[in-house]
């Protein structure tokens, strides 16, 4: 398959940005330009260019998409839409006459402004959908809609951290969280991780050595605890009393996000029993589930079950912190939008109910486990082995490959690794992957500090965004980029 020039009959499911001026007609040339406005920019703007992972992913559609951290179309639960119009517009061409469907929430209603917790029937649908898998262990939990999970994360910086805190976190983590926390003026205390997740031992360690005359203790700690991006791993239900014990002893805030939790890979995905309480009991109990306190703050979106494009998910805690949420919501994004939560509420309360969310979300985790086994089996085949290792995922949607530096020659020729030539070496790599057709992202862009080491290789690859007919092919070319970086030899 030829993947160097762009298909005009198809039109990629990736959302792309492509490179187009967003600048006024060229044709005013004789114009002058604005002032230069450096000097007048906020010190936290001056030096911000915008989200590196997003930079990554604005790519032509004639990439395998294999570090896109979002799912392929045909994994929506969608497949077309009808717009209609009012006759007064005298569309030409087009249909006349207003949606309507049968519910008290209408298209009228989703058009106004919304409320900051979201339109009653949908959030009821979520609070039912909360209680049914999670049941939280204290009385004043409640549920509110967010714009998806890092417009949520920035209302929480703003709500539990002032600029200087520390915050701790997995060692690798999500690149939207590690600039956001910068942005707030949050430094992070990466967390060492195992197969397992974050280290509870190693997290204790920390907390109980904190030096609190020279800076204040960490008061929130934020996790992935299933499907860890970008490593993969899911923390066992031990893993997360040990470290829920240890939050209850030091009076830390869990920011529990969760957004690939009930994509299971395995062959005891499919169940029978369609029921919710049946899909709660083959997933790992969360954190909001064992939180007795309630310092829990759950993240859920529809980025990765549904469709990222409708920019919404929601966020479970304490009512404390949802009435502090909501305050904040209404001066940033006011609500998410009310188009979106129209297809929700159509999807959920007049389409699926909560059965038929389960069945959906299992029919989800079986597709996303053919998706993983086939780049799993094509990873085993076509990667060399003595310098690429990862582990099988059983939750969400990434394979975090780990290389062996000290197989490069150059380690061979110098005998230690040289400052800076990691990265040199994770650039080529995704220069000749690019280059031939693939899009994989580079490891060090999850890195929640810059330690220094300056010895760790890893990429991202996903089994989501891509075809599925392109993933073995995908990991193909990454795999000959490995291999000519290294000098390998076929055979």
Same mark, same amino acid.
């Given at each position: 398959?030829?993947?160097?020039?762009?298909?005009?009959?198809? &039109?990629?499911? !990736?959302?792309?940005? %492509?490179?187009?001026?967003? $600048?006024?007609?060229?044709?005013? =040339? #004789?114009?002058?330009?604005?002032?230069?406005?450096?000097?007048?920019?906020?010190?936290?703007?001056?030096?911000?260019?915008?989200?590196?992972?997003?930079?990554?992913?604005?790519?032509?559609?004639?990439?395998?998409?294999?570090?896109?951290?979002?799912?392929?179309?045909?994994?929506?639960?969608?497949?077309?839409?009808?717009?209609?119009?009012?006759?007064?517009?005298?569309?030409?061409?087009?249909?006349?006459?207003?949606?309507?469907?049968?519910?008290?929430?209408?298209?009228?209603?989703?058009?106004?402004?919304?409320?900051?917790?979201?339109?009653?029937?949908?959030?009821?649908?979520?609070?039912?959908? &909360?209680?049914? !898998?999670?049941?939280? %262990?204290?009385?004043?939990? $409640?549920?509110?809609?967010?714009? =998806? #999970?890092?417009?949520?994360?920035?209302?929480?910086?703003?709500?539990?951290?002032?600029?200087?805190?520390?915050?701790?976190?997995?060692?690798?983590?999500?690149?939207?969280?590690?600039?956001?926390?910068?942005?707030?003026?949050?430094?992070?205390?990466?967390?060492?991780?195992?197969?397992?997740?974050?280290?509870?031992?190693?997290?204790?360690?920390?907390?109980?050595?904190?030096?609190?005359?020279?800076?204040?203790?960490?008061?929130?700690?934020?996790?992935?605890?299933?499907?860890?991006?970008?490593?993969?791993?899911?923390?066992?239900?031990?893993?997360?009393?040990?470290?829920?014990?240890?939050?209850?002893?030091?009076?830390?805030?869990?920011?529990?996000?969760?957004?690939?939790?009930?994509?299971?890979?395995?062959?005891?995905?499919?169940?029978?029993?369609?029921?919710?309480?049946?899909?709660?009991?083959?997933?790992?109990?969360?954190?909001?589930?064992?939180?007795?306190?309630?310092?829990?703050?759950?993240?859920?979106?529809?980025?990765?079950?549904?469709?990222?494009?409708?920019?919404a998910g929601w966020v479970t805690a304490s009512q404390q912190v949802i009435d502090k949420y909501t305050a904040y919501h209404d001066l940033t994004t006011v609500s998410v939008s009310g188009l979106s939560q129209f297809v929700l509420h159509d999807l959920f309360n007049l389409q699926w109910g909560q059965r038929g969310f389960s069945t959906w979300l299992q029919t989800l985790s079986l597709k996303y486990t053919q998706r993983r086994d086939i780049t799993v089996a094509a990873c085993h085949s076509l990667l060399p082995s003595d310098i690429c290792s990862f582990a099988i995922p059983d939750h969400g949607m990434f394979l975090w490959i780990s290389i062996d530096v000290r197989m490069h020659p150059m380690?061979?020729?110098?005998?230690?690794?040289?400052?800076?030539?990691?990265?040199?070496?994770?650039?080529?790599?995704?220069?000749?992957?690019?280059?031939?057709?693939?899009?994989?992202?580079?490891?060090?862009?999850?890195?929640?500090?810059?330690?220094?080491?300056?010895?760790?290789?890893?990429?991202?690859?996903?089994?989501?965004?891509?075809?599925?007919?392109?993933?073995?092919?995908?990991?193909?070319?990454?795999?000959?980029?490995?291999?000519?970086?290294?000098?390998?030899?076929?055979?």
């Amino acid at each position: 398959m030829a993947h160097n020039a762009l298909d005009e009959k198809e &039109i990629s499911p !990736i959302a792309k940005s %492509p490179e187009v001026s967003t $600048a006024a007609s060229s044709e005013g =040339g #004789s114009k002058p330009k604005a002032t230069c406005l450096q000097k007048y920019f906020s010190e936290e703007s001056r030096n911000f260019q915008g989200s590196a992972l997003k930079k990554t992913t604005r790519l032509l559609s004639d990439f395998i998409p294999l570090g896109t951290g979002r799912p392929h179309a045909e994994l929506y639960p969608w497949t077309s839409s009808d717009a209609n119009w009012p006759s007064f517009l005298n569309k030409p061409n087009g249909p006349e006459g207003t949606v309507t469907v049968p519910s008290k929430y209408t298209l009228a209603n989703a058009l106004t402004y919304g409320t900051a917790l979201g339109t009653p029937s949908l959030v009821q649908f979520l609070t039912e959908h &909360i209680e049914l !898998i999670h049941d939280p %262990p204290y009385q004043d939990w $409640a549920v509110c809609l967010t714009c =998806g #999970s890092t417009s949520a994360l920035d209302i929480i910086f703003r709500t539990f951290t002032d600029r200087g805190d520390v915050i701790l976190a997995e060692k690798y983590s999500y690149p939207g969280f590690i600039e956001s926390a910068a942005l707030a003026g949050v430094e992070i205390q990466p967390v060492d991780l195992d197969d397992q997740g974050l280290n509870p031992d190693r997290l204790g360690q920390i907390l109980d050595g904190w030096d609190t005359l020279e800076r204040p203790k960490p008061k929130v700690l934020y996790t992935i605890p299933s499907g860890q991006n970008p490593t993969g791993v899911t923390q066992s239900q031990e893993r997360r009393w040990a470290i829920y014990e240890i939050a209850e002893r030091h009076g830390l805030i869990i920011i529990e996000d969760d957004p690939y939790y009930f994509i299971q890979l395995g062959p005891n995905t499919a169940s029978e029993d369609r029921n919710p309480e049946a899909v709660s009991r083959q997933l790992v109990p969360s954190y909001l589930s064992i939180d007795k306190s309630g310092r829990v703050i759950r993240l859920d979106s529809t980025s990765k079950i549904l469709a990222p494009g409708l920019r919404a998910g929601w966020v479970t805690a304490s009512q404390q912190v949802i009435d502090k949420y909501t305050a904040y919501h209404d001066l940033t994004t006011v609500s998410v939008s009310g188009l979106s939560q129209f297809v929700l509420h159509d999807l959920f309360n007049l389409q699926w109910g909560q059965r038929g969310f389960s069945t959906w979300l299992q029919t989800l985790s079986l597709k996303y486990t053919q998706r993983r086994d086939i780049t799993v089996a094509a990873c085993h085949s076509l990667l060399p082995s003595d310098i690429c290792s990862f582990a099988i995922p059983d939750h969400g949607m990434f394979l975090w490959i780990s290389i062996d530096v000290r197989m490069h020659p150059m380690y061979a020729a110098e005998g230690h690794i040289v400052e800076g030539w990691c990265s040199q070496v994770e650039d080529r790599i995704l220069t000749l992957g690019l280059a031939n057709g693939v899009q994989v992202t580079k490891g060090s862009l999850f890195f929640a500090k810059n330690s220094g080491e300056g010895a760790e290789l890893f990429f991202r690859l996903t089994f989501a965004a891509a075809k599925e007919q392109d993933l073995a092919e995908g990991v193909g070319i990454f795999a000959n980029a490995v291999k000519t970086e290294f000098n390998c030899r076929e055979g």
